[in-house]
């Protein structure tokens, strides 16, 4: 079947642990942390003991204050210095073995995002731990689950190492609330490692519409929409009646009706909205894998027989260039 589900256990060699205490590692971006940190305090605290959060980088006494606020987090770690704002992982990763080994955590837990590919399994390799990522749920303190290829199949994980680093998939812990907390604020060990990189510039898309990953609403549009120009005009007015973030296949992507950054899928972002609207989208394996979590599909295809059907749970057979001006029009007038 295309989301069958099969399972199967894996056994990571190591030591046995100690007293469990876990170590968030939280994203900042010009000192306001990334909304996902918030799911990696969710995992930490999933996982029992202590929970301390981590974060470096130029200006983040607000960001520290914020994740300081989030219930049941005794310590936030804080290192300031510009040399770790924007995570280069060959200053990062020995920043934190350093902060890990003087902290004697058992566990550390960041998320499943560009920063955290990039860090973590070099946190893992110094620490001679086997890195353990995009877990979607946590059995016990050593025993974690993961999908595998694309999400067709479910492995267990179990790891002996005496320190676990973990990324997590975002969509599978909900962010924490920062609110009644009080944790204290610390400063972390600094080891001033050098880097061999030089962090030059960076293009980031802007979009006043909601951000593709954290949004309860989006629409998607594929190769059926045939040219940037109709993408826009059909996919964007539907996206702001609904107050959605737009995304893409890969196919509408990579024939340049929509930009890199709004792919769903496999080789794109995972999403898991309240709400996910896949128009003129054939339901490639590749692209389920990036949205098949979310609570609502529904999908409109002038194919009855194609494949975004068997995991949709409204549908609509037609033309997309007639049926989503006409839905457009019937949300805005609702
Ligand atoms: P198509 O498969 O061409 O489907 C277009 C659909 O539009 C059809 O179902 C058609 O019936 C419908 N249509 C056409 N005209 C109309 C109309 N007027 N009205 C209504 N419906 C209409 N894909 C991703 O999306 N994300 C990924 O991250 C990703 N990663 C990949 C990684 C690898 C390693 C590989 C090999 C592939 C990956 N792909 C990914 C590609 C994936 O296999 C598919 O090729 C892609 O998802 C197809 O995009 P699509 O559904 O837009 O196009």
């Known amino acids: 079947a295309l989301l069958g589900r099969a399972s199967l256990s894996i056994n990571c060699r190591g030591r046995p642990g100690h007293f469990l205490s876990t170590l968030a590692i939280l994203e900042q971006r010009d000192g306001q942390l990334n909304a996902g940190s918030l ?17 470096a980088g130029s200006s983040i006494a607000a960001a520290a204050a914020q994740a300081a606020k989030v219930e049941g987090v005794e310590q936030i770690v804080t290192v300031e210095n510009d040399a770790y704002e924007k995570g280069l992982p060959e200053s990062y990763a020995p920043l934190l073995v350093e902060n890990i080994k003087k902290g004697n955590y058992t566990h550390v837990v960041g998320g499943h995002t560009a920063f955290g590919k990039n860090v973590l399994p070099r946190v893992a390799a110094l620490l001679d731990s086997q890195q353990i990522s995009d877990i979607t749920g946590i059995q016990d303190e050593k025993t974690f689950v993961r999908p595998i290829y694309a999400g067709n199949a479910i492995a267990t994980v179990e790891s002996s190492d005496a320190v676990k680093v ?49 949004a309860s609403k989006v629409v998607s549009g594929g190769r059926g929409l045939k040219s940037k120009e109709e993408f826009d005009k059909v996919m964007l007015p539907l996206a702001d009646a609904l107050g959605a973030a737009v995304g893409a296949s890969r196919a509408a992507v990579d024939s340049g009706y929509a930009d890199n950054s709004l792919q769903v899928g496999q080789t794109g972002k995972v999403v ?16 389920l894998a990036g949205m098949k979590d979310s609570k609502v599909i529904a999908a409109i295809n002038k194919d009855a027989d194609a494949p975004i059907f068997q995991v949709a749970d409204v549908g609509l057979v037609g033309d997309l260039f007639e049926k989503v001006p006409e839905l457009t029009e019937k949300v805005k007038s609702s």
């Open 39 to 55: 799911s990696a305090f969710t995992a930490a605290k999933k996982l029992g003991g202590t929970v301390h959060g981590f974060i």
């Open 272 to 287: 898991a909205p309240q709400l996910y609207m896949a128009v003129g989208i054939s339901g490639a394996i590749q692209h």
């Open 166 to 214: 973990i990324t997590i998939r975002g969509t599978a812990f909900a962010p924490a609330t920062a609110e009644a907390g009080s944790a204290s604020i610390v400063p972390g060990a600094d080891p001033k490692a050098g880097s061999t990189t030089e962090w030059l510039s960076e293009d980031l898309a802007k979009s006043d519409r909601p951000d593709l990953a954290t």
